[in-house]
């Protein structure tokens, strides 16, 4: 994706478009989680990508790690205040889905399909 630095969209973008991102982020909102709570709530993330997206989230002040010296050691992971700042996005994500997608996940029919245009097209 081509990136204008001096565009905040642009820049925000690039941030939270990246793969599992948001999910993290809706995960996290719950509070503090641990790496392998994070895992299993994200079916399908290797623990390699998991572990490098929240080094990157990391590196760019929306999460942040808590390592507890323990045996064996125990490292949670939470929002800062820069991340828990994305969460209305994610809750207006979320009422699109609830208002436009919902519909579409029950019937398996989106509104672009053939048969959906064709329905459209007898009213």
Known sequence: MA??????????????????????VR????????FCELERSLAGISPRTLSLRLRALEYEG???????????????YALTDKGRALLPIIDHMRAYGEQWLA?????GV??????????LAAV
């Open 3 to 24: 990136v204008d630095g001096t565009c905040p969209v642009c820049r925000a973008a690039e941030i939270v478009c990246a793969k599992w991102t948001l999910l993290l």
């Open 27 to 34: 995960d996290l909102a719950e509070g503090r989680s641990r």
């Open 62 to 76: 929306i999460v942040e790690r808590h390592t507890f010296p323990e045996v064996p050691p125990r490292v949670e």
């Open 103 to 107: 519909a579409e996940a029950q019937t």
């Open 110 to 119: 989106s509104a672009e399909s053939p048969s959906s245009v064709a329905a």
